[in-house]
């Protein structure tokens, strides 16, 4: 009988899904028996599940995976991608999406809200994939989204003060669609999407540095590699 899992389907349509189809199976040609893998989040994300899950049955490779989000992990399970944590493993590389890639290869991510988890992988893998459709590339940080920053509830008005004071100029509360109210964290938070007046190389450090924020969408100065599908 089937089951909510393995019935479970992409939530939105795939934008340029032939380019990100080419990404895809770049980085499922990546993957090496034994590895243990940082998956991230995002459409392109799925599409490489998808392609390695295609290894998996054909060459029967032995991997494990540690997922940044809950809909991740419920992809990997439908796709028979064993899982596990980082209390047994460190992965080996990761692969992830981004909203926003400058030419230094800075990134904004956390449209997904999964930002929290998205850097501990990072900061915990020794090689890094970012995988991006060429709509994501900018000249500026900040051109098209805000920067995410995860917040503990309590701390929302003291936050904001403090953001403001970093040269915040815009300060929202990110709603939920499909529920009332605002989006709720995997980790129980909140989210507030910041506009800057300038992106200084500091300003991860000094939005993480305030009482009360988990983390930011601000990834400056990582070791990444961007791999770029580009539109048709």
């Given at each position: ?9 992409w ?16 980085i ?10 940082g ?8 599409m ?9 049955k ?9 997922p940044?989000?809950l809909?991740i ?13 980082l ?11 981004a909203?926003?890639?400058d030419p ?8 997904g809200?999964?930002?929290f ?13 970012i ?5 994501k590339l900018?000249?500026k940080?900040?051109t ?14 003291h936050v904001e003060s ?7 100029n ?9 529920k ?12 507030l ?6 992106l200084?190389?500091?300003l991860?450090?000094d ?10 969408g601000?990834?400056?100065g ?5 791999l ?5």
């Open positions: 009988m089937d089951s909510l899992i393995s019935t479970l389907e939530s939105s349509q795939i934008i340029n899904a032939a380019g990100k189809q080419k990404v895809a199976q770049q499922a040609q990546k993957v090496k028996d034994g590895d243990v893998l998956v991230g989040s995002g459409s392109t994300v799925y490489a599940l998808l392609a390695i899950s295609e290894r998996i054909a060459e029967g490779l032995k991997i494990l995976a540690i940044t989000s809909e992990t419920m992809f990997c399970s439908k796709l028979g991608i064993p899982l596990t944590t209390f047994e493993h460190t992965p080996n590389w990761l692969f992830d999406g909203d926003e890639v230094n290869n800075w990134l904004i991510k956390g449209r809200g999964a930002m988890k998205e850097k501990l992988l990072i900061r915990s893998c020794p090689l890094n994939y995988i991006i459709d060429d709509s900018v000249s940080l900040g098209n989204f805000p920067v995410p920053v995860e917040v503990y509830p309590q701390a929302l008005l403090e953001l403001k004071k970093l040269g915040a815009s300060v929202a509360l990110r709603p939920a669609k499909g009332d109210g605002p989006i709720v964290t995997e980790n129980n938070n909140l989210i999407d910041c506009y800057f007046d300038e200084k190389d500091s991860e450090h939005i993480k540095s305030i009482t009360g924020i988990i983390e930011s601000l990834f400056i990582y070791n990444l590699q961007i770029t599908a580009e539109n048709d």
